[in-house]
């Protein structure tokens, strides 16, 4: 196992419970935070998840950490559910696990990533027009 695998299978020990698309979606329903922090490139691409804060990975300790004085006005509370979105379910544990450690005791990440959110049909903003399932598109 390489070293970078051993990293991630520590990461999503210590996270434990990650959460399936639908699930984020309820996560954001009832207030909580979804965080993607994919890059521009990928964003530009694919669409990004409505109501999603972005945040680039570079910044998202900075941005998230509700004592900072960098915070992004949505990063509220320690105890804010947050759900951090990449691509395919990777990068977003370790980033995930890195919130934890700034005490977002409920941070996680989305497992399969944004590939996953719109393989599952729901709601995608395209150069400003949802598509999916929640978003009233095909």
Do not use: K
Not at 6 to 30: C, H, I, K, M, N
Not at 46 to 55: E, M, R, S, Y
Not at 82 to 111: K, M, P, W
Request: net charge negative.
């Amino acid at each position: 196992m390489s070293a970078i695998d051993a990293l991630l299978a520590q990461a999503r020990r210590e996270l434990g419970q990650r959460v399936d698309p639908r699930e984020a979606a309820a996560v954001q329903e009832a207030g909580g935070l979804l965080v993607d922090i994919r890059y521009a490139e990928l964003r530009e691409r694919d669409g990004t998840v409505p109501g999603a804060l972005i945040v680039e990975r570079n910044e998202l300790e900075w941005r998230l950490d509700p004592t900072g004085e960098h915070r992004a006005p949505e990063a509220t509370h320690h105890d804010l559910p947050v759900v951090v979105i990449c691509n395919e379910g990777y990068a977003s544990t370790l980033a995930a696990l890195s919130l934890r450690q700034l005490g977002l005791h409920r941070a996680t990440d989305l497992a399969g990533g944004f590939q996953a959110w719109r393989g599952a049909g729901l709601g995608v903003e395209l150069g400003g027009e949802l598509g999916g399932e929640l978003g009233g598109g095909g």
